[in-house]
């Protein structure tokens, strides 16, 4: 019953090191997003790949780079870290675009300090 | 444009007590989808309902329940008789159909702490 699976579950960094998020689901879902969550600000879309092969920017992708890597595997890279992006990473997934109305189940997300 | 708002930061109440957190949103298209998670103090999201704006169909699950009004663009969720393990933060959710990247746009959150 694994779901959507992301590690590491906490990472420190210091500035300017590198590091990549790692996501996989089961459930054969065809999208696949990594979102942020910031205290008061709710979650934001990073980035998102709508099918295996392709991958779009969201709302805040600047230091962000993400590989579709199959239709299971979605990871998300921090070239150079830098404090503000000190948050909980989210990945998540659907079966189809959320636009469809499909719904889509999330990760149990990453804590990332950048200091 | 797209918009999703909790105006309720934190709720506390007592447990046996019934509770409703609002959620406005804001959209111009006529196909969307609104959702509620649950996200409890060991961090994940989990979903709760999902909504289109065809169904205007109140909805009840157990102690929940929803009440979708297209007229006052609401999406209320109610707890009744709410107990210790509802306490979490509660995220109300909307997707457009014109948004071919599928955001979903989350409103700030509302906490709800039940106590004994």
């Known amino acids: 019953n694994a779901g959507v699976t992301q590690t590491p579950k906490f990472q420190v960094l210091k500035t300017g090191q590198s590091m990549t998020l790692q996501c996989a689901q089961d459930?054969?879902?065809?999208?696949m997003y990594w979102y942020r969550q910031d205290p008061g600000m709710g979650l934001r879309l990073i980035y998102y790949?709508?099918?295996?092969?392709?991958?779009d920017k969201g709302e805040v992708p600047n230091g962000y780079n993400v590989s579709r890597l199959n239709k299971r595997e979605f990871s998300l890279r921090l070239e150079s870290a830098a404090p503000s992006q000190t948050s909980v990473y989210f990945c998540?997934?659907?079966?189809?675009?959320?636009?469809?109305?499909?719904?889509?189940?999330f990760g149990e997300g990453s804590w990332l300090t950048v200091v | 444009a797209q918009k999703v708002t909790q105006a309720q930061t934190e709720i506390s109440v007592v447990e046996k007590e019934d509770v409703t957190l609002d959620c406005v949103y804001e959209?111009?298209?006529?196909?969307?989808?609104l959702f509620w998670y649950k996200q409890p103090p060991s961090g994940e999201l989990v979903f709760l309902i999902r909504?289109?704006?065809?169904?205007?169909q109140n909805e009840i699950s157990g102690r929940y329940s929803w009440n979708f009004q297209k007229s006052t663009s609401s999406f209320n969720f109610t707890i009744t008789a709410s107990q210790v393990v509802d306490s979490a933060v509660y995220f109300c959710?909307?997707?457009?159909?014109?948004?071919?990247?599928?955001?979903?746009?989350f409103g700030q959150g509302t906490e709800l702490s039940v106590k004994p």
């Open positions: 998540a997934s659907s079966e189809h675009r959320a636009s469809s109305g499909n719904t889509i189940y």
């Open positions: 459930m054969n879902h065809n999208s």
């Open positions: 790949s709508a099918s295996e092969g392709t991958t």
């Open positions: 959209t111009r298209d006529t196909t969307y989808y």
């Open positions: 909504r289109n704006s065809f169904d205007e």
């Open positions: 959710a909307l997707s457009e159909a014109d948004n071919q990247g599928g955001k979903l746009i």
